[in-house]
């Protein structure tokens, strides 16, 4: 099982989160059961002049920066591998 966190936090928010946020009832068959899905306030991720590289979304943790929703589930099909 993987742990998805989509940031919400208002500058990933209004930078596509609010898309990624679909991903918790959109998940394809072979993700679904092994992915859990949550939104979370901002990561602190996009601080220091760092908002280009937002929406953000941790993997277990781990960030992944302008994260689109092909490049979140490409990243869970890697992980899950
Ligand atoms: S709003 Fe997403 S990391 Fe700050």
Do not use: K, N
């Amino acid at each position: 099982m993987v742990h998805l966190q989509i940031c919400q936090g208002t500058t990933c928010y209004v930078m596509g989160a609010a898309q990624l946020a679909s991903l918790a009832t959109t998940l394809p068959d072979d993700l679904r059961g092994r992915v859990r899905v949550t939104g979370c306030r901002c990561l602190g991720l996009c601080r220091d002049g760092a908002f280009g590289g937002a929406p953000y979304v941790t993997l277990d943790g781990e960030p992944l920066a302008c994260a689109t929703t092909e490049s979140v589930l490409a990243a869970l099909r890697a992980r899950l591998a």
